[in-house]
Each structure stands twice: as C-alpha cells, then as structure tokens.
T-cell receptor, first 113, second 113 residues
Framework: QQQVKQSPQSLIVQKGGISIINCAYE??????FPWYQQFPGKGPALLIA?????SEKKEGRFTISFNKSAKQFSLHIMDSQPGDSATYFC????????????FGQGTTLQVKP | DTAVSQTPKYLVTQMGNDKSIKCEQN?????MYWYKQDSKKFLKIMFS???????INETVPNRFSPKSPDKAHLNLHINSLELGDSAVYFC????????????FGPGTRLTVL
C-alpha cells in the first residue's frame, strides 16, 4: 500500500515531442505528489508538485495531471529538449507521517536531437 | 554557496570495514534525511532527523547508524560493510514544517569490494 508504481522504465522522444510518464498509487492517505529530476552524477531536484485537490498543474513546459479517483498522476513534458534528458521520479508524501517520501522506480528519458 | 554537501563523493572499501559519510546543509533547515539509491536507481528513505531527533527509521540493518551532532549536520556510519551496501547514498534536507520541499546533496557512491 505504500508503493508508487511508475512507467515506463525508459522513454525515447524526438526533440519537440511530448514526453509522458505515468504513476499510480494505492494509499489514499498520500497528500502531496512531487516529481523529481535527476541528471547523471547529481542528486534529485524537485521539478514540480501537485496536491490531490487539484487536477492539473503547469509550470512552463512541465504539466502534472492528477486523477484522484483512479489514483494516478502523470508528468507531461511539452516540446521536449535534449537538455531534458534525465531520470524522472514521481513520488508521494504522507505529510502527517513526518515527511516520508515514497518514490516510484524512475523513468530514464532520452530526447533525441 | 548555500547547499547540501556530502563527503566523500566516492568511497571504495573492503568488506567488513567501517566507514562514515558526512552531510552538511547551510540552508537553515531543521529536517535532514538519508536515502539509498541502488543500482537500478531506486530511491528509498533510510532515516530522517528533525532538530537532532530521529523521526524516521526505516527497516535498515542496525549496522547503519545516523548521527546528528546539530541540526545542520547528519552523518551516516556503516559498520561491517557488505557487498550489498554498494549504492549511492543521498543526504537531503527540508525547511521547517515543509517536508514537501526536499533538497538533495550530490550523493556519495559507495563501492564495497
């Protein structure tokens, strides 16, 4: 019940295309859903996040879509660029549980020029 | 620069040895975390401290012992290292009452031979 399942494991997209990464969760007590971006040799960095009372959040080319009834959320990267090539992690947080972040398995995105 | 820093960046050691990884943050945060990222890039929380008090203690072998001398530092000591301990260890911190915004350090790649 604490798991967050992420797919696909890897993704190749042409420059200018849309990258879509999906996540699903079981525990309805999760109350915050961030996405982290990790470049090789670096630590993860918070990219964008959403709360379950919102269905969509957009920041620049990055959009989170959230479907509370289906217990699913996804990251859309519009106009994907080679600089977006990285590993993306969805996560879920139990705020009341002292900030414990549960991460998905990660998606390695490659954007081809 | 304000950041979360870790030392060393790389650590290569023999099975059975004891080693420590140090973490420091100068962001003024009061909560710090240790995460383990395995060879498949899966990120899992190990511990968190809030103002030097242990908050999260996941199912981690008791060979791993975190120590927080003050709220800006969280060190990880590992006894009797095993091959399976090889991983990248990330330290992170978050602001007061904001576990949703975690800042990660650059990671320490531990290789046990």
């Amino acid at each position: 019940q604490q798991q967050v399942k992420q797919s696909p494991q890897s993704l190749i997209v042409q420059k200018g295309g849309i990258s879509i990464i999906n996540c699903a969760y079981e525990n309805t007590a999760f109350d915050y859903f961030p996405w982290y971006q990790q470049f090789p040799g670096k630590g993860p960095a918070l990219l964008i996040a959403i709360r379950p009372d919102v269905s969509e959040k957009k920041e620049g080319r990055f959009t989170i879509s959230f479907n509370k009834s289906a217990k699913q959320f996804s990251l859309h990267i519009m106009d994907s660029q080679p600089g977006d090539s990285a590993t993306y992690f969805c996560a879920a947080l139990l705020w009341s549980n002292t900030g414990k972040l549960i991460f998905g398995q990660g998606t390695t995105l490659q954007v081809k020029p | 620069d304000t950041a979360v820093s870790q030392t060393p960046k790389y650590l290569v050691t023999q099975m059975g040895n004891d080693k420590s990884i140090k973490c420091e943050q100068n962001l003024g945060h009061d909560t710090m975390y240790w995460y383990k990222q395995d060879s498949k890039k899966f990120l899992k929380i190990m511990f968190s401290y809030n103002n030097k008090e242990l908050i999260i203690n996941e199912t981690v072998p008791n060979r791993f012992s975190p120590k927080s001398p003050d709220k800006a530092h969280l060190n990880l000591h590992i006894n009797s290292l095993e091959l399976g301990d090889s991983a990248v260890y990330f330290c992170a911190s978050s602001p007061p009452l904001a576990p949703d915004t975690q800042y990660f350090g650059p990671g320490t790649r531990l290789t046990v031979l």
